[in-house]
């Protein structure tokens, strides 16, 4: 399984950019990465997805190095409906969800 | 995208009773449901792999008989808490794949279950 760490929170202001790093060493080559953001109370929501380099959407962008040991997703300009939980996911599937193991996820504060 | 939607969002029962929870693919066929727990500031738990027309995976420490998992159909997938005790209190939450191998789960929107 490829394990994640990332930072277990970060404030940040209105209208700023926010990079969230995530670590995952022991990444395999079949495997992906992909973020997710989760409200109170609620499932968490698909935010970005990619293997190698940049991949970019409507609402963030997901850099990952040639090593791919690392990813960070960047939000740009941020406002205070993003406050919430995000999670980095490092995994393949292969007919198990074993391999897509939630991290503790990054509280991310967004601050007037 | 695709939608997944799960009933009831929220459920209070006394303690000894079963409450069951239904997971809905509602514009795609998942033959593979994936049902998590989590506690209040706590990172999701898998809880089992439900597979369509076979015997749910539990992961190491869920019991099983505990907590029933059918996936009767390609669109629905239900858990039941049989027995439930307050210690069961938590958020379940259920996701699906449309069947590619990259990773990208469709989550339902969760329920919570309290019990008294």
């Known amino acids: 399984l490829a394990k994640t760490t990332q930072p277990i929170s970060m404030d940040s202001y209105e209208g700023q950019e926010v990079n969230i790093t995530c670590s995952h060493n022991n990444i395999a080559t079949n495997d992906y990465i992909t973020w997710y953001q989760q409200f109170p109370s609620q499932g968490p929501r698909f935010i970005i997805q990619?293997?190698?380099t940049k991949v970019t959407n409507e609402v963030a962008s997901l850099f990952i190095p040639a090593d791919r040991k690392s990813s960070t997703l960047s939000l740009p300009r941020v406002s205070l409906s993003d406050t919430a939980v995000y999670y980095c996911?490092?995994?393949?599937?292969?007919?198990?969800?074993?391999?897509?193991?939630f991290g503790s996820g990054t509280q991310l504060t967004v601050l007037p | 995208g695709a939608v997944v939607s799960q009933h009831p969002s929220w459920v209070i029962c006394k303690s000894g009773t079963s409450v069951k929870i239904e997971c809905r693919s509602l514009?795609?066929?998942?033959?593979?449901m994936f049902w998590y727990r989590q506690f209040p500031k706590q990172s999701l738990m898998l809880m089992a792999t439900s597979n369509e027309g076979s015997k749910a995976t539990y992961e190491q420490g869920v019991e099983k008989d505990k907590f029933l998992i059918n996936h009767a159909s390609l669109t629905l997938s239900t858990l039941t808490v049989t027995s439930a005790h307050p210690e069961d209190s938590s958020f379940y939450i259920c996701?699906?794949?449309?069947?590619?191998?990259?990773?990208?789960?469709?989550f339902g929107e969760g329920s919570r279950l309290t019990v008294l």
């Open positions: 990619g293997y190698k």
């Open positions: 514009d795609f066929q998942a033959t593979t």
């Open positions: 996701s699906a794949t449309r069947g590619q191998n990259t990773g990208e789960l469709f």
């Open positions: 996911l490092v995994g393949f599937l292969s007919g198990s969800a074993r391999q897509l193991t």
